[in-house]
C-alpha cells in the first residue's frame, strides 16, 4: 500500500508531485514529493504519525516568504497550516491558530482597537511562521509580545509559557521538530483609528524602501553588527546586479527580485555573490536570513 492510500484509509488528503512555486512568495522551486493540508490538530497529528512511521521526512510550510525552495523540489512531505485559521479575542489578548495570514490579524487588531503589531504591516507571513523567526522590524518582534505558545511535538500538543521562551535576532529556541499550532499575543487597547494610521505609516515605510510590487522573499540577509546587509551589498556595487530572470534590487540591495521566469539556481547564485563580494571587501561574512531548502 502507497502512502497515499494509507492516508485515504485514515480519511486523510494527501497529494502527491505538487509544484511550491505557486507556495512561495519568490514563485521558483520545484516539487515536493508530498504535500498534506490537515483540517485540524487531530488530522495534523494523524497525519504526522503516519509520515513518521514510513520514514518520510517533514518540511513545515508557512506562507512560503522568507523562504527558497531548490529546483529540484522537496523530498518528502510539506505540511501546510492554511487551514488553522481561526482567531480569538479576549481584552488584550488574541489567540491566533498558526495559519493566520499576518495581513488578517493586523487589520482584525486594528477593527477592535488592538496596538503593538503594526510594525509588520505588509510582511507577506503566517502567525506560525512569523513567531517561529521571531520576525521584526522597525527596532520591534513579534516575540516581544507572545504571551504563549500551543505546539506539537513528538506526537503531544504542549503549551509553553512566556517565561519558558528564549528569542533572539530572527530565532526562537524550540526543538527542531516542534510546530506551532497557536499563539497568543498581548497587546494594548487604543482606539482603532489610531492603530489604523500606525499600520498606514508602516505600510508607507515598508513601499518606500522595498520592492513590494515584485516577487521576492523579503531580506536575503540577517543585518550584521557593523552595518546592515543592504548598505554593505549597495557599497559593494550589487544594486541592479543580474542572473538569469533574477535581480538583486535596485530599490533595496538586501533584496533579491524574481524580474522574468527566475529558476532558485539564479537566486542561489547572486546570493553567492554578495556574500563573496562583501567578505572580500568589508571582511563581512554575511548570514541568509532566509531558509534555503530541497535539493539542487
Do not use: W
Amino acid at each position: 500500500m502507497n502512502i497515499a492510500a494509507i492516508f485515504r484509509k485514515q480519511g486523510l488528503s494527501l497529494r502527491e508531485k505538487v509544484s511550491l512555486r505557486p507556495f512561495t512568495t519568490f514563485k521558483v522551486g520545484g516539487p515536493a514529493d508530498y504535500y498534506f493540508e490537515p483540517q485540524n490538530f487531530l488530522e495534523l497529528a494523524r497525519g504526522i504519525e503516519i509520515l513518521k512511521n514510513e520514514n518520510i521526512p517533514i518540511f513545515l510550510r508557512g506562507a512560503g516568504s522568507n523562504l527558497l525552495v531548490r529546483d529540484g523540489g522537496i523530498r518528502g512531505a510539506v505540511i501546510s497550516l492554511d487551514a488553522f485559521d481561526s482567531l480569538a479575542f479576549e481584552g488584550e489578548f488574541v489567540r491566533a491558530e498558526a495559519g493566520v495570514p499576518i495581513a488578517r490579524l493586523l487589520a482584525t487588531c486594528a477593527e477592535k482597537g488592538l496596538s503593538g503589531l503594526e510594525f509588520l504591516a505588509g510582511v507577506p507571513a503566517t502567525v506560525g511562521g512569523a513567531v517561529r523567526m521571531n520576525a521584526g522590524a522597525f527596532g520591534k518582534e513579534i516575540g516581544d509580545f507572545v504571551q504563549e505558545l500551543n505546539i506539537y511535538h513528538h506526537g503531544q500538543f504542549y503549551t509553553i509559557p512566556r517565561t519558558s521562551l528564549k528569542c533572539g535576532y530572527r530565532y526562537l529556541d524550540l526543538p527542531e521538530e516542534a510546530i506551532i499550532v497557536a499563539v497568543t499575543l498581548r497587546l494594548y487597547p487604543v482606539s482603532p483609528t489610531e492603530v489604523k494610521e500606525k499600520l498606514l505609516f508602516f505600510l508607507s515605510q515598508r513601499k518606500n524602501k522595498q520592492p513590494l510590487n515584485m516577487p521576492s522573499a523579503g531580506c536575503i540577509f540577517k543585518n550584521p553588527a557593523a552595518a546592515s546587509a543592504g548598505a554593505l551589498i549597495d557599497h559593494a556595487g550589487l544594486k541592479g546586479f543580474r542572473c538569469g530572470g533574477a535581480e538583486i534590487s535596485r530599490k533595496h540591495a538586501n533584496f533579491i527580485v524574481n524580474c522574468a521566469g527566475a529558476r532558485a539556481s539564479h537566486i542561489l547564485a547572486l546570493i553567492e555573490l554578495a556574500k563573496e563580494r562583501v567578505l572580500s571587501l568589508f571582511g563581512i561574512e554575511l548570514e541568509e536570513e532566509i531558509r534555503v531548502v530541497g535539493e539542487g
